[in-house]
């Protein structure tokens, strides 16, 4: 298992931006891929962004492309989640998953975009 934090989430007007992190610790963090999901109240969870082990090959939900960017330091054994132009349906609690959610899950950060 992975023992996953996020963090950066916040209150944002629409427009603006905030950058998600999530730092990973367990298993070699470069071995399996990393994801973003995100739940609005009332709707189920729902995929956002997912990188390769690498770094090489990102997939993106079409809601996002554009606007979203995701991204991994190896080093670090980090994954971040770059907003751009948030828009307030973006408003929901955002999680990072290890290996499509079969290693774990962060315990998730709240993303609330003003209108």
């Known amino acids: 298992q992975v023992h996953l934090v996020e963090s950066g989430g916040g209150l944002v007007p629409a427009g603006g931006s905030l950058r998600l992190s999530c730092a990973a610790s367990?298993?070699?963090?470069?071995?399996?891929?990393m994801g973003w999901f995100r739940q609005a109240p009332g709707k189920e969870r729902e995929f956002v962004a997912s990188?390769?082990?690498?770094?090489?090959?990102?997939y993106y939900a079409d809601f996002v492309k554009g606007r979203f960017t995701i991204s991994r330091d190896n080093a670090k054994k980090t994954v971040y989640l770059q907003m751009n132009s948030l828009k307030p349906e973006d408003t929901a609690v955002y999680y990072c998953?290890?290996?499509?959610?079969?290693?774990?899950w962060g315990q998730g950060t709240q993303v609330t975009v003003s209108s």
């Open positions: 998953a290890a290996d499509g959610g079969s290693l774990g």
């Open positions: 990188i390769s082990r690498s770094g090489g090959n990102t």
């Open positions: 367990g298993r070699t963090f470069s071995s399996y891929t």
